[in-house]
């Protein structure tokens, strides 16, 4: 429940959870080489070819030639659409999501061994090309053909897909725009395998996905008809080994609700608490909005249309509105028999969602300020939420500001806790 009366106890405590170190560490999410790659969101005018899209990129930060494996999610959680992009040292593809849906154009390479006149995937002077036979037949990739086109078309908009013997992947909002988000792993081979799959994790990286933390990458929110684009870097998501946060079985890692909570992804937990500034009004006539991506904690499968799953919507632990003078909003009661009802709002309800500051689902009532927003929550439909603490629930937020039908930013929400820092998950007091 969203909960509107809020005071200001813990600030020193919070303040002291947002001190970043100058080095990346694992449980605090950094722009550096990563394991895993999170768009944590793109969405696809279908019905205008020049409206909305989402581009992002896929960086290989070493000079050793790598494969990366691309999965499509649905915004409620259900891999629809994976491949493998070969990269050279230093490599870099740039792939626009309207493509992908298009059957078009999503990252055309190959390794030596199927690229022999390294043509499709040339190397450059400070880059190895090596061959991964197990990418015979696989790359370069061929086009998949309009069976395949209508399948993500759908899973993405809220229909039934054929692929799903008719069942649905995400919500239908109605509007033919495709929603989700993107994941993008190290992997030792061309594998047709995605996370909940076994074989896709193996301990210490021996499954399909492996350790290594080369890959950066960015992504880019485009609006041709409203005159905005804005972009930040990708989530980076590094992978160890031997650190316990992400070696220990119990622990709360990335891919856990996949590995029924193992730790065999190694990969580092996103944050569960966020500091988001909003504004809407001068030149910012066209307000905020919030990117965000949550962990349902459940390996969401395709279900039957109409029926939401068991954890959608998902609640939050607490969002507190406060203006530029520091206040919070103050819920007012009159004084009469009925009281009114506490209002629940779930606007972050999905895995990937985007939601307008001062819209239906998150109203507030100043023009300028900022959200402390704890996306902490058991999901009850989880028979695996993360052992060593089931409140936790990790996210990602990333505030889009517009202005004047021109201009856009956007960039990602400060950090105040995360599951390997379980001092900063206090809340403002009531």
């Given at each position: 429940?969203l909960?509107?009366?809020l005071v200001?106890?813990?600030?020193?405590?919070?303040?002291v959870?947002?001190?970043?170190?100058?080095?990346?560490?694992i449980?605090?999410i950094d722009?550096?080489?990563a394991?895993?790659?999170?768009?944590?969101?793109f969405?696809?005018?279908?019905d205008?070819?020049?409206?909305?899209?989402?581009?992002?990129?896929?960086?290989?930060?070493?000079a050793?030639?790598?494969l990366a494996h691309?999965?499509?999610w649905?915004?409620?959680?259900?891999?629809?659409?994976?491949y493998?992009?070969?990269?050279?040292?230093?490599d870099?593809?740039t792939?626009?999501?309207?493509?992908?849906?298009?059957?078009?154009?999503f990252?055309?390479?190959?390794?030596a061994?199927?690229?022999?006149?390294?043509?499709?995937?040339?190397?450059?002077?400070?880059?190895?090309d090596?061959?991964f036979?197990?990418?015979?037949?696989?790359?370069?990739?061929?086009?998949?053909?309009?069976?395949y086109?209508?399948?993500?078309?759908?899973?993405?908009?809220?229909?039934?897909?054929?692929?799903?013997?008719?069942?649905?992947?995400g919500?239908?909002?109605?509007?033919?725009?495709?929603?989700?988000?993107?994941t993008?792993?190290?992997?030792?081979?061309?594998?047709?395998?995605?996370?909940?799959?076994?074989?896709?994790?193996?301990?210490?990286?021996?499954?399909?996905?492996?350790n290594q933390?080369?890959?950066?990458?960015?992504?880019?929110?485009?609006?041709?008809?409203?005159n905005?684009?804005?972009?930040?870097?990708?989530?980076?998501?590094?992978?160890?080994?031997?650190?316990?946060?992400?070696?220990?079985?119990?622990?709360?890692?990335?891919?856990g609700?996949?590995?029924?909570?193992?730790?065999a992804?190694?990969?580092?937990?996103?944050?569960?608490?966020?500091?988001?500034?909003?504004i809407?009004?001068g030149?910012?006539?066209g307000?905020?909005?919030?990117i965000?991506?949550?962990?349902?904690?459940?390996?969401?499968?395709?279900?039957?249309c109409?029926?939401?799953?068991s954890?959608?919507?998902?609640?939050?632990?607490?969002?507190v509105?406060?203006?530029?003078?520091?206040?919070?909003?103050?819920?007012?009661?009159?004084?009469?028999?009925?009281?009114?009802p506490?209002?629940?709002?779930?606007p972050?309800?999905?895995?990937?969602?985007?939601?307008?500051?001062?819209?239906?689902g998150l109203?507030?009532?100043?023009?300028?300020?900022?959200l402390f927003?704890?996306m902490?929550?058991?999901?009850?439909?989880?028979?695996?939420?993360?052992?060593?603490?089931p409140?936790?629930?990790?996210?990602?937020?990333?505030?889009?500001?517009?202005?004047?039908?021109?201009?856009?930013?956007?960039?990602?929400?400060?950090?105040?806790?995360?599951?390997?820092?379980?001092?900063?998950?206090?809340?403002?007091?009531?």
């Amino acid at each position: 429940m969203l909960k509107k009366l809020l005071v200001l106890p813990l600030v020193a405590l919070i303040l002291v959870s947002v001190q970043r170190p100058a080095k990346a560490l694992i449980g605090t999410i950094d722009a550096v080489p990563a394991a895993t790659l999170l768009v944590p969101y793109f969405e696809v005018d279908l019905d205008n070819p020049s409206g909305r899209t989402t581009l992002f990129s896929i960086n290989n930060a070493s000079a050793t030639a790598i494969l990366a494996h691309v999965t499509l999610w649905s915004d409620l959680g259900v891999p629809t659409f994976a491949y493998n992009v070969y990269l050279t040292g230093y490599d870099v593809q740039t792939i626009n999501v309207r493509d992908v849906l298009q059957g078009l154009n999503f990252g055309v390479t190959a390794s030596a061994g199927q690229d022999p006149k390294d043509t499709i995937s040339p190397k450059g002077a400070k880059s190895q090309d090596i061959n991964f036979a197990s990418c015979t037949g696989q790359l370069p990739l061929p086009n998949p053909g309009p069976d395949y086109v209508a399948h993500m078309r759908a899973a993405h908009t809220g229909g039934p897909s054929a692929f799903f013997l008719g069942k649905c992947s995400g919500a239908a909002k109605g509007d033919n725009v495709a929603r989700g988000y993107i994941t993008v792993d190290t992997v030792n081979n061309c594998t047709l395998r995605v996370a909940g799959q076994p074989g896709y994790f193996g301990p210490g990286g021996t499954g399909d996905v492996t350790n290594q933390n080369v890959l950066w990458g960015d992504v880019f929110y485009l609006d041709p008809g409203n005159n905005f684009a804005s972009g930040d870097t990708a989530v980076h998501i590094e992978a160890d080994a031997t650190n316990p946060q992400t070696s220990v079985p119990g622990q709360y890692t990335f891919y856990g609700r996949y590995d029924a909570f193992t730790a065999a992804d190694n990969r580092e937990p996103l944050p569960t608490i966020f500091a988001a500034r909003f504004i809407n009004g001068g030149a910012f006539s066209g307000g905020t909005d919030l990117i965000s991506w949550r962990d349902s904690k459940v390996n969401q499968q395709p279900f039957t249309c109409g029926v939401n799953p068991s954890w959608y919507p998902m609640d939050q632990t607490q969002v507190v509105v406060f203006d530029e003078q520091e206040q919070p909003v103050v819920a007012t009661f009159p004084p009469f028999f009925p009281q009114p009802p506490s209002p629940t709002l779930v606007p972050f309800p999905g895995a990937a969602n985007r939601t307008h500051v001062g819209g239906a689902g998150l109203p507030v009532p100043y023009s300028f300020g900022w959200l402390f927003v704890n996306m902490n929550t058991v999901v009850a439909a989880s028979s695996t939420n993360p052992p060593e603490d089931p409140t936790l629930a990790q996210a990602w937020v990333m505030p889009v500001h517009s202005a004047n039908g021109r201009y856009s930013v956007g960039y990602a929400a400060l950090q105040l806790g995360n599951p390997a820092n379980p001092v900063a998950s206090a809340n403002f007091g009531l």
